[in-house]
């Protein structure tokens, strides 16, 4: 990390704090390896009665992003719950509670409830269910999670115009081992990790070591205790829009295992 550091060099790096919030996923445009529209019709409706699907979005994004995933989960029989919170603007604690509240209003009286997340969004899921443990808790499907940090929070995350950007939780997402995400505890329920390889940004390249989706390692997306684990060429900011994501989501909601 120290060789990146002085080959990206002061300029670069304010280059790189300032492109964090297009790096994160504040972009729209569309991902050239995406594979949209998301189409859940290769998988069959649940046979039973509807299952909770809690949806949380990553750093920066909103509710909205999730919804073609949120749709295809729908089509596919599940009851779901898409959503928003405050990722920018809150500490990890407050973001829990802000879950708690939320998760407490539409599932505190299902039978079952799973989670899909994105980014930011698995790092937290595992932080509520460390704090707020579901007797009724299903499995979980994690869309690119930096569950050991990420290298551009090394670089950027103590600077003041990232903390103003970003938040304080964004600031803890680094790879040490005081992180948040290294802070918290093994998985021990039910969880498949998908991870992007196909990183469409070139500064991912420079910093973050191996296979990655320009913003999180493939290595750094894995997590003691998971259950099945697949990669995909789909960029971090795009991975929840990808139908063989949604699909092999559905799978793992399903089955505990991805296909292959």
């Not at 500490?91 to 879950?99: A, F, G, I």
């Amino acid at each position: 990390m120290a060789g990146r550091l002085s080959q990206l060099g002061r300029r670069g790096a304010l280059t790189l704090c300032c492109a964090l919030p297009i790096l994160v996923g504040f972009g729209s445009a569309r991902d050239p390896l995406a594979v949209d529209p998301i189409d859940a019709g290769a998988v069959e409706p649940a046979a039973r009665g509807p299952e909770d699907v809690v949806l949380l979005h990553g750093l920066g994004r909103s509710e909205r992003v999730m919804r073609p995933l949120a749709r295809a989960l729908g089509d596919a029989g599940y009851r779901v719950h898409n959503l928003d919170y405050p990722s920018t603007s809150a500490t990890p604690e407050q973001l829990v509670e802000v879950l708690h509240r939320e998760i407490s209003r539409c599932c505190a009286w299902s039978a079952r409830v799973s989670f899909v997340t994105h980014s930011l969004g698995g790092v937290m899921v595992r932080a509520y269910l460390a704090a707020h443990p579901m007797p009724q808790l299903g499995r979980v499907v994690m869309l690119a999670p930096p569950n050991h940090g990420s290298e551009y929070v090394d670089v950027a995350g103590g600077w003041t115009i990232f903390r103003a950007v970003l938040g304080p939780t964004a600031a803890q997402l680094g790879t040490a081992p005081t992180s948040l995400p290294n802070r918290l505890p093994r998985a021990e329920y039910d969880v498949g990790v998908i991870a992007g390889n196909g990183s469409i940004n070139p500064l991912g390249r420079a910093l973050i070591p191996g296979a990655n989706d320009g913003t999180v390692s493939v290595a750094s997306t894995q997590l003691a205790g998971m259950r099945d684990f697949i990669e995909v060429p789909a960029s971090h900011t795009f991975i929840m829009r990808n139908s063989e994501v949604a699909r092999q989501t559905i799978v793992f909601l399903r089955a505990g295992h991805f296909e292959r």
